[in-house]
């Protein structure tokens, strides 16, 4: 969640204030009424309750529309049959909002924060789930929970969304998580990788996901799970089936049973032995259910097939591999899972599992699922996709796992993006049962309310542009290491100035200011000059004698190139600085004779 800056401080907008306010100019909204919203008993405007909720939507999440803030408002007057005539209002309202940046907002705001309600402490806390009672026990025990990776690559955000809010549940109640390996064999188009195993306890580590010491790994039960297939074999309720893929599918969509189906119980367990030295694709083990169904993907669905593909962990020791709703019926019951949260993307396995639970005549745990979660990246283009991931990681386009384009744990932890930031930001969706699209600028407003405070600010010029300047007085001038903080930096001036080309470009002969420093008419030589404005473009600078080569590796994996003050020859691999007007990023060290960074955000 952004900072929300209480309404006890000052509203006057001052230089050098956290995001640089002297430049916020006079909004739209006509607050003259409102010196302070308690204040008088003054009537309140329909439009400043608008203005209270989109501020705060946008500051929680990075933007705001107007369905987000439309409930809120009828408990202030808005109708229902009057909706239509204050939509453009609301909308007008929306726009405006949106237009601002984060220090517009949180000036903004400030004078529309106490007319919203209260939050209640408890709407900030995990819902409480099924069947558990006042003392976080479930018939009479703890509860446990799984997280279950499938170990195609790293975790990324919207997978570790599951496994946070699995861990967070079992830090609620006392109860125990268990890691589980979900390495059965895979497709040919999504396989295991090797080093997936490490990726994925490096990131549940670093995210403070606690669970049980020892690792259950799929790919060491399966006797077990053989087990439990010859109980349905010998309960009738499964059958080894020759038929092909095609032929599967046609007989499914036609509702059509296999000719396999009716053979004795006797008959199938010879075949399920036999199934053990077919050729791969010969058979496959299929459950019976109604061939009915109105999902067709539901008619006798497999349960088992053969594969002669290598495992990285069991190499060739087995040959016929469970479907994952298989194993997790099994691996479930044995392990003692009392509650299991997933996402509605496997509503179909959960009816899968539930039957063969019926069957084998267990108790079925409590499943709860969640809507899925797209995140809007905006801008930036990104997209979440460890299949796309991990090809361009094995060609070589992307520099590894950690690449900002794969989206990866590891990838938001080498930006500077916090794990309490992703925590939090899992914690706030909670577990909604509708699919919503989150920007992804909800995440970075919480990464940036906890690293603001500690972020030195430093100068960086992209493409630089030398101007001769005349009329600097001084070989030095002082700026604040921090906008909240007295100490000062020391930073070395001479008569050239390297500003950014596009800085240049745009701001040709126009008079502008080089922050911290003077105001100027921007040529290729020019002389300070005393402009009385507080309206001017404020333009970011370093002194040619006081630089160093450094470069930023951006989120879409492009480079922006220049020069930074010599300041930053002081920092330490992993400090998290903020390159003024750039944004904040992550030191990562010397490459090649060049500072590199990584940018987090805004």
């Known amino acids: 969640m952004a900072k929300k800056k209480s309404v006890g401080k000052s509203w006057k907008k001052t230089e050098g204030r956290k995001g640089e306010l002297s430049d916020v100019k006079m909004f739209k909204s006509d607050v003259s009424h409102l010196e302070h919203p308690k204040t008088q008993g003054k009537t309140k405007e329909f439009s400043d309750y608008i203005y209270a909720y989109a501020l705060s939507n946008a500051l929680d999440f990075g933007k705001t529309d107007a369905s987000r803030i439309i409930g809120k408002l009828f408990q202030h007057g808005l109708k229902k049959e009057n909706l239509g005539e204050k939509m453009p209002l609301i909308q007008e309202i929306v726009k405006d909002v949106n237009s601002w940046n984060q220090g517009e907002r949180e000036a903004e705001f400030e004078k529309y924060e106490l007319l919203l309600p209260e939050k209640k402490e408890e709407d900030k806390e995990l819902h409480d789930l099924p069947g558990i009672d006042k003392e976080g026990k479930y018939k009479g025990k703890r509860p446990v929970f799984r997280i279950a990776p499938f170990p195609s690559g790293a975790l990324h955000l919207g997978n570790a969304r599951t496994f946070i809010l699995n861990a967070m549940y079992a830090e609620k109640y006392g109860g125990k998580l268990i890691l589980v390996m979900d390495d059965t064999i895979g497709s040919e188009k999504k396989p295991i990788e090797k080093e997936s195993y490490k990726l994925i306890t490096d990131a549940l580590k670093w995210l403070g996901v606690k669970y049980d010491k020892k690792i259950a790994y799929k790919s060491d039960r399966l006797k077990d799970h053989y087990r439990y297939a010859e109980k349905l074999i010998k309960l009738g309720a499964a059958y080894v089936d020759h038929s092909t893929q095609e032929e599967i599918r046609s007989m499914r969509e036609k509702g059509i049973e296999s000719g396999h189906r009716r053979l004795p119980v006797e008959v199938q367990m010879k075949r399920w032995e036999e199934m053990f030295k077919m050729p791969e694709g010969h058979a496959t083990l299929r459950i019976k259910t109604d061939m009915n169904h109105p999902n067709p993907a539901f008619r006798d669905r497999v349960l088992f097939k053969i594969s002669d593909r290598e495992h990285p962990r069991v190499k060739k020791r087995y040959r016929v591999w469970p479907t994952l709703e298989m194993s997790w019926a099994v691996d479930d019951y044995l392990l003692g899972i009392t509650h299991i949260i997933r996402g509605n993307d496997l509503l179909i396995e959960t009816e899968m599992e539930k039957y063969i639970w019926e069957k084998l005549g267990k108790e079925s745990p409590e499943v709860i699922h969640m809507g899925l979660i797209k995140i809007d990246f905006g801008s930036t283009g990104g997209k979440i996709s460890k299949s796309k991931s991990r090809d361009e990681v094995a060609s070589g386009k992307y520099v590894g796992w950690d690449d900002p384009r794969t989206w990866s744990i590891q990838s938001l932890k080498r930006r500077g993006i916090k794990a309490e930031a992703i925590r939090e930001f899992v914690k706030e969706m909670g577990l909604n049962k509708h699919d919503i699209t989150v920007p992804i600028d909800s995440l970075y407003?919480?990464?940036?309310?906890?690293?603001?405070?500690?972020?030195?600010?430093?100068?960086?010029?992209?493409?630089?542009?030398?101007?001769?300047?005349?009329?600097?007085?001084?070989?030095?001038?002082?700026?604040?290491?921090?906008?909240?903080?007295?100490?000062?930096?020391?930073?070395?001036?001479?008569?050239?100035?390297?500003?950014?080309?596009?800085?240049?470009?745009?701001?040709?002969?126009?008079?502008?200011?080089?922050?911290?420093?003077?105001?100027?008419?921007?040529?290729?030589?020019?002389?300070?000059?005393?402009?009385?404005?507080?309206?001017?473009?404020?333009?970011?600078?370093?002194?040619?004698?006081?630089?160093?080569?450094?470069?930023?590796?951006?989120?879409?994996?492009?480079?922006?190139?220049?020069?930074?003050?010599?300041?930053?020859?002081?920092?330490?691999?992993?400090?998290?600085?903020?390159?003024?007007?750039?944004?904040?990023?992550?030191?990562?060290?010397?490459?090649?004779?060049?500072?590199?960074?990584?940018?987090?955000?805004?």
Request: aromatic content about 8%.
């Open 445 to 602: 407003s919480i990464n940036r309310k906890l690293v603001d405070s500690k972020a030195e600010r430093y100068y960086f010029v992209e493409n630089p542009v030398m101007i001769k300047v005349s009329g600097l007085k001084g070989k030095s001038v002082k700026i604040p290491r921090h906008p909240d903080k007295p100490e000062l930096r020391n930073v070395k001036i001479s008569h050239k100035i390297l500003v950014s080309k596009d800085d240049f470009e745009t701001n040709k002969g126009k008079e502008v200011r080089l922050i911290h420093l003077c105001n100027l008419n921007l040529k290729n030589e020019t002389e300070v000059k005393d402009i009385d404005s507080k309206e001017l473009q404020k333009i970011q600078w370093v002194s040619d004698n006081n630089i160093v080569k450094a470069k930023i590796l951006m989120p879409d994996g492009s480079w922006k190139i220049g020069f930074a003050e010599s300041g930053i020859n002081r920092l330490k691999k992993d400090d998290i600085i903020q390159f003024e007007r750039v944004g904040f990023c992550r030191y990562d060290g010397v490459q090649d004779g060049v500072k590199t960074f990584w940018f987090a955000h805004k």
